[in-house]
């Protein structure tokens, strides 16, 4: 029988004893065994955090690029993934959720790495000057952690449990510990496997272990970040750990929660919504056999209409073929093993204190292709509950599977507290095709929800649905869902870096940061900056331009060329009531008349096109007769990936833009984007 290998300390490497059988969810046969007995926990740390210089010294662009080869690589392996998934009781297209949605993730991160420098570190918010004569300012820097990042993973989706964490993580240039549940954990390791053999990832970026966490958490220092998802009562055990605490590691919790949709009082069972309701609940049911952390446990539906919602739940629910997931016809395989079975008929015999079974069985399933004796086959379950504010079961008993109990609410003031009811969760939906229902709803229940899905007739062919947390998207929620907020875009990535607060002159935080500070020294050169290749330009480079008297004639024909006839903008105007003394010129103008200063005319240059403008901002009117220059500074530059064999080499430039006029004024600043031609090679 096959033994999972446990990925540390840059080998392959089997923990002692005999391990935990771990079975095919649908035909329960032994499969395979898995154990971390005899493994050094602090060593598999300290090799995490001892390696982890390789991947902090990449740029955030050389990490999303790993990422990106990592996912084209994993795509290679898709049929190989898939045979093994089946064994976990997920058909097709719940496999295809839990790999190619993993995947996804993946390639979501690495194209988020152009929304950073390319640098090790990043810039975080604005620039705060701090002194009348903007010699002294603060900002503020994000750096990697220097630990490790351990991630203790639900069973219930193998492999996008732990891609959707592990592509936030090394994009952030922190390496990572992934413990999987151990009873799916055979599948996460076929995919680490391949990671593994691919390369891409430098040494100690990752590694797995495949059983109990035995101690490892009493290794943990306040350079690491712990990540659970699971069940809030073990999260809740770990997070309390001495050593978490006396730390001050972060943990972020992704628990189970108690999500709800609620029916909006104006939907009728003639208007599309209704049977997109329908559909979302069916869905939410079945998918993974229920088994999602985000799927729907409550179903809150305006009371005259509980009958009808009733009827026509319980005839999608029984089109819904169930059995072995290697079989076409079916469409909802098994739990994930027969103690997930047993415990789902326990937390459904507490829901039965105060609800009722209204369509499926507790002993009994109709199967394709299956043995309900073999395998953890259950019935879809949804029941009632006629009396929600009297009944605390359902707003706190979790039953892990195909479970979910209807109630009724009087007006949308009862489904907002009944929402609430549930102590937090990571997901709510509503179905409403009223506007001010929808705002009503998303206010009233938005703090004790992590997202909400508002679902109509206009997005739902596009809707990604109520279970489907999105990579730059947070994912968590308040209360009982964790109180953490997992992926997120930049704000996950962010989750593992420091934020240092950083003061000193614009000139020296310039060095430190690679992007030009306002107010920083510039730097001179003679030759004109868009005369020089990408490769030549340096941060700071800076001119400063002739100066040009802006007239009357100028404003009009500006305004007859671009149509921008606005009042302010001509002379006839009376004036009084309103912000200036007499015509005015467009900002726009202003803005095209610097580009006239600042831009090198006439002769071929490496500039290749203008990209776009940045924050622009006119802070100070100009009048005719005024003069105005330009104060013209280099501040960042990121290169750019060629996209094929014939592309350009190129980089994108951003260029400080500050006008002044002739008292020295600043009158407007932006930031302006040029393409900029890198050197032949």
Known sequence: MQKLNNYILGKQITGDGEGQLLYNAVSGEAIATASTQGLDFNEVLNYARSNGYLLRKKTFHERGLMLKALALHLRNYLQKFYN?????????????????????????????????????????????????????????LLVPKEGVAIHINAFNFPVWGML???????????????????????????????????????????????????????????????????????????????????????????????????LGNDVTPNMPEWDIFIKEVRKEMTTKAGQKCTAIRRIFVPENKIEDVQTALSKALAQTTIGNPLNDKVRMGSLAGQSQRKEVKEQVQKLLASSQIIYGSLDSVELIDADLNKGAFISPLLLINKNPFNSNEPHEVEAFGPVSTLMPYKNLEEAIELSKKGKGSLVSSIVTANTKVAKQYVLGAGAYHGRILILNNECAKESTGHGSPLPLLVHGGPGRAGGGEEMGGMRGVKH???????????????????????????????????????????????????????????????????????????????????????????????????????????????????????????????????????????????????????DIPKGIVKWFVEIFDETNEITGVATILTMVKKKEN
Request: proline letters at 4%; hydrophobic letters at 40%; aromatic letters at 10%.
């Open 84 to 140: 093994i998934s089946y064994q976990t009781g997920a058909t097709k297209a719940d496999s295809w959720v839990d790999i190619e949605g993993g995947i996804g993730n993946l390639f979501s991160y690495a194209s988020l790495r152009r929304k950073f420098q390319d640098e090790s570190f990043c810039l975080d918010g604005e620039p705060h000057n701090l002194s009348k004569q903007n010699t002294f300012m603060g900002h503020h």
């Open 164 to 262: 959707e964490k592990v592509a936030v993580n090394l994009l952030a240039g922190m390496p990572c510990i992934v413990k999987p549940a151990t009873v799916t954990s055979f599948l996460t390791e076929a995919v680490v496997q391949e990671i593994i053999a691919s390369n891409i990832l430098p040494k100690g970026a990752l590694q797995l272990v495949c059983g109990s966490a035995g101690n490892m958490l009493n290794y943990v220092t306040n350079q690491d970040v712990i990540t659970f998802t699971g069940s809030a009562s073990t999260g809740l055990m770990l997070k309390s750990q001495q050593k978490i605490l006396a730390e001050n590691v972060p943990f972020t919790m992704e628990a189970d929660s108690l999500n709800c949709i609620v």
């Open 496 to 646: 593992y870096m420091q934020r240092v607060a950083i003061q000193g002159s614009p000139t020296m935080l310039t060095a430190v940061s690679n992007v030009y500070q306002p107010n920083a020294k510039g730097v001179q050169s003679n030759i004109h900056p868009f005369k020089k290749y990408f490769e030549e330009l340096q941060i700071g480079e800076q001119i400063i331009t002739e100066k040009r008297n802006i007239t009357s004639e100028d404003i009009e024909k500006f305004a007859d060329l671009s149509g921008d006839h606005f009042y302010a903008h001509l002379k006839e105007t009376n004036f009084e009531g309103t912000m200036f003394t007499h015509q005015v010129a467009h900002g726009y103008f202003i803005m095209s008349a610097a580009a006239g200063l600042f831009v090198d005319s006439y002769e071929k240059n490496p500039v290749l096109l203008n990209y776009g403008i940045d924050e622009l901002r006119f802070t100070k009117p100009i009048y005719p007769g005024a003069e105005m220059y330009v104060r013209f500074t280099c501040k960042e530059k990121t290169a750019q990936e060629l996209k094929d064999e014939n």
